[in-house]
């Protein structure tokens, strides 16, 4: 099958080698700050849009669930979960963004899709957007790490090579498969606080989308979230100070600084949380990951 077979075009822009920049919802999405990433993306720069993935093939409808809408208080229709796909010009560069939910099924046929339409328009990479919860500090500057496959791009942008092993999500399938078709591709991560899981990180998603701007070579739309992240740095430390518990474990990892979680080794890259998945880690990870699971169990038992 083509990627004919499972996209809807929605239009025909003429589009001069655009970066493709693409998050999805779930494994790969800590705290939704790769999706919130994405969707500012698509509001900041007016995109508009260019096409989706039918679902029909890709999608688990028992786990991630059609949604029905009532319009006028009479009329219902269903949304359909789906892959969507929007195009926008840059001061840097044109762009098409790819957002929506982590597929279900058939993830080799659904990346064949995506590297198909990076293919038609000659682009010029495929950027990836993925947060993970780590050992890290909401008050202190978000970290995010980038790696390639590709030996030109971790140069010119000073990515790493990850070495991780391990379970992977819908992202390092789809980066393979751009090393297979030989199309330039990276990876970008932002760690969150694990203990502020349950709460969505426009931080996460702001330091995402200044790096991305950075490698694309367009300015990133950063004012977009400013008010979001005041309030989210209220919320965190309202969580932080109701808890005493909670408090002096955040002071004792705001202690160890950049030793809690060390985002220069590659290991650490694909920590990953489903909504029933455990932590995942590295066998020599740092001693503090145990009382992160530890504590998120009490939190689970109360």
Known sequence: MTESDHVRWLSNPQLQTPAVIAGFSGWNDAADAASSAVRTLIDAWKA???????PED??????IRPMVKLEDGIHRSIVWPKVSLW????????VI?????????????????????????????VLTLGALLAD???????????????QSTLDRFELQRSTYEGPTGII?????????????????????????????????????????????????????LHNSIVAYDRRVEELVEDDEDLREYVER???????????????????????NDEEVGEEDANSLVDEVEQFLRDQDSN
């Open 136 to 150: 890290v500090v909401h008050s202190r500057e978000v970290r995010v790490m980038g790696t390639s496959n590709d």
């Open 58 to 63: 890709f999608t688990d409808f028992a786990t």
């Open 172 to 224: 390092g399938v789809l980066q393979d498969a751009c090393t297979q078709s030989s199309i330039p591709s990276a990876s970008l991560w932002a760690a969150v606080p694990a203990y502020a899981s349950q709460i969505p990180s426009p931080k996460a998603a702001s330091a995402l989308i200044a790096r991305a701007g950075e490698i694309i070579g367009t300015p990133a739309p950063l004012s977009a």
């Open 87 to 94: 195009h926008a010009s840059t001061p840097g560069t044109d």
């Open 48 to 54: 508009e849009p260019l096409a989706e993935i039918d």
């Open 253 to 275: 990892l705001d202690s160890m600084g950049d030793d809690a979680f060390n985002i220069e080794n590659p290991n650490q890259l694909e920590f990953e949380f489903g909504e």
């Open 97 to 125: 963004l790819v957002l929506g939910p982590e597929p279900s099924l058939k993830w080799r046929l659904f990346t064949e899709q995506i590297v198909s339409i990076a293919a038609k328009y000659n682009s010029s990479m």
